[in-house]
């Protein structure tokens, strides 16, 4: 009878544990953001149509993560601005620290900015719940520090667009334009999540159109080629950062969810914003 119930109490004591273990992954995602469960997934692409840096297409293992399920907005990075992000050096990289000292930076005066930055009227909106633009890869990184996230790896930000069956868009894979902000039918910038019906199969919006979104990779030409399996990451280093989902003026092959571009980590434009991701606690 002892034998019975010491076996019975080491088996509630691994359920609990076990329940313990399936709760740290499975609990409720932090405000605004959604669960990306681990597992695999097609990465890249096969296509012809495919410039050489999508392919091949190949399976790639992530850890689970949060994504936010919108891009950035303007009302909360002007929060970043207004809270002295620009003064505090803990949230800055040494080349992005260095970068902002070049400006005399007024932050209260920031949120006022009205002028287009290149690209016609409709180009630059101050509305709160529009995707902030106009911020580098080291304004984004920082404010992903401040916020206590970071930006997503191109592996990442894929998989929360497509999901794991290889699709094109993050709705499937014909395209539709009323899924998206896209110029030839809206003609300027909306705000954050107004096309539902373009949503990824985990539930994220705006992974296509709208803004360009910094990843935190450094970008590699032929990286598909040689990439670890499990949890990629860019190279070591580099002379360009990675986005991805195209924008609101892209053309329509940039809006497929493998397409790869990239700039400078210091270039700032009309159509470059950002989401974050945060890792999951084993805790």
């Given amino acids: ?31 605004d ?44 990075y002007e929060e970043f601005i207004l809270a002295g992000g ?21 932050a209260g005066e920031w949120h006022k900015i009205e002028v287009p930055m290149q690209y016609g009227e409709n180009s630059v909106s101050t509305e709160p719940d529009h995707p902030v633009i106009g911020v580098s890869w080291y304004e984004a990184n920082a404010y992903a520090t401040w ?9 990442e930000w894929e998989k929360a667009a497509r ?8 709705w499937g894979n014909e395209m539709d334009f009323s899924r998206l902000n896209y110029f030839s039918h809206h003609e300027k910038i909306l705000g954050v999540g107004s096309f539902l019906s373009g949503a990824s199969p985990y539930g994220v919006l705006d992974m296509a159109g709208s803004v360009w979104e910094w990843c935190a990779d450094w970008y590699g030409e032929s990286r598909y080629s040689h ?36 700039e400078p980590a210091g270039r700032r434009t009309y159509n470059i914003g950002f989401r974050c991701v945060q890792d999951i606690s084993d805790g």
């Fill in 1 to 31: 009878m002892r034998k019975s119930v010491s076996f019975l109490s080491i088996g509630l004591i691994l359920a609990v544990l076990a329940a313990c273990d399936q709760s740290s992954v499975s609990s409720v995602p932090p405000e």
């Fill in 33 to 76: 953001m959604i669960l990306i469960p681990a597992g695999e997934f097609i990465m890249g692409t096969d296509s012809e149509e495919a410039n050489a840096d999508q392919k091949p297409a190949h399976q790639v293992y992530l850890d689970a993560f949060y994504i936010d399920k919108y891009e950035v907005t303007n009302a909360q």
């Fill in 86 to 106: 620009y003064k505090k050096r803990e949230f800055w990289t040494e080349e992005g620290w260095g970068s902002i000292q070049k400006f005399q930076f007024d």
């Fill in 147 to 155: 916020v206590g996230k970071r930006l997503p790896t191109e592996a």
């Fill in 163 to 170: 999901g794991i069956d290889g699709r094109t868009y993050p």
């Fill in 227 to 262: 990439s670890p399996q499990k949890n990629p990451t860019g190279p070591n280093k580099g002379q360009y950062r990675v986005l991805r989902g195209g924008g609101w003026d892209s053309i329509r092959l940039q809006l497929r969810c493998p397409y790869r571009y990239y």
